[in-house]
């Protein structure tokens, strides 16, 4: 009888043992299965939040930068361009930016933006993908007398306002998409962040 309890007493280190041996070998399988899941670090660079410094960008300039591999701009608006955001609303396809998924909500109102001396905009076309050009001179020859500065897509001709709104009459259907950020401090705008209004 003592040597059947010893057999039972081997018999149980070797089962308990070997469950501990299969189960470290499947958490050393498990971790690198597990870990491929993860997104990869250049993923986690193209949907990271993108910080610019606008402490020195002048009124009626415009800064590019790139979120989410996207054409993205920062641009700040004087005090005369604010005031003809009002002005254009007639010729405006979308003048108070009813297609919610264009902004934030924060975002919904005349300027299309937290503050409203800075516009904050992907610089996509809306019709086919192209970038427009920034053009903030008013009444140039190539787009008319009535043009009071905005974003001019030479593709086909889609025109948006200094605030992204798309004009009547234009192949684009959608204002520019007003991006989700917030302001870290007077200085610098976080892309990519949606903290809500100042």
Same mark, same amino acid.
């Given at each position: 009888?003592?040597?059947? #309890? ?7 280190? %070797? +089962? ?9 070998? /499947? ?9 491929? &899941? ?18 020195? %960008? @002048? ?7 790139? &979120?989410?591999?996207? /054409?993205? &701009? ?5 005090? !005369? ?5 009002? +002005? ?9 930016? *009813? /297609?919610?998924? !264009? !902004?934030?909500?924060? =975002? ?8 409203? @001396? ?14 427009? +050009? ?7 020859? *190539?787009? $008319?007398? @009535? &043009? ?14 200094? =605030?992204?709104?798309?004009?009547? $009459? ?11 950020? !917030?302001?870290?401090?007077? *200085? /610098?705008?976080?892309?990519?962040? *949606?903290? #809500?209004?100042?």
């Amino acid at each position: 009888m003592s040597s059947e #309890g010893v057999d039972l007493k081997k018999r149980r280190f %070797l +089962t308990a043992s070997t469950a501990v041996v299969g189960a470290v070998g /499947v958490g050393f399988a498990a971790v690198p299965f597990i870990a491929s &899941w993860l997104p990869s670090e250049r993923a986690k660079a193209l949907g990271a939040p993108e910080a610019a410094d606008i402490s020195k %960008l @002048e009124p009626g300039a415009l800064l590019r930068l790139k &979120w989410r591999g996207k /054409v993205t &701009w920062v641009v700040r608006r004087t005090e !005369q361009n604010i005031a003809d955001l009002k +002005t254009l609303d007639s010729k405006l396809a979308d003048p108070n930016s *009813d /297609v919610e998924t !264009q !902004q934030p909500d924060y =975002a919904k109102n005349a300027a299309r933006s937290i503050k409203p @001396e800075f516009a904050v905009l992907v610089g996509i076309c809306t019709h086919l993908g192209c970038s427009p +050009t920034y053009r903030p001179e008013v009444a140039p020859a *190539d787009l $008319g007398s @009535e &043009w009071k500065g905005g974003f001019f897509c030479a593709c086909h001709g889609s025109r948006f306002d200094l =605030a992204g709104r798309v004009y009547s $009459g234009v192949p684009a259907p959608t204002n520019l998409v007003v991006p989700p950020h !917030q302001y870290l401090s007077d *200085d /610098v705008i976080l892309i990519g962040v *949606d903290g #809500g209004a100042a």
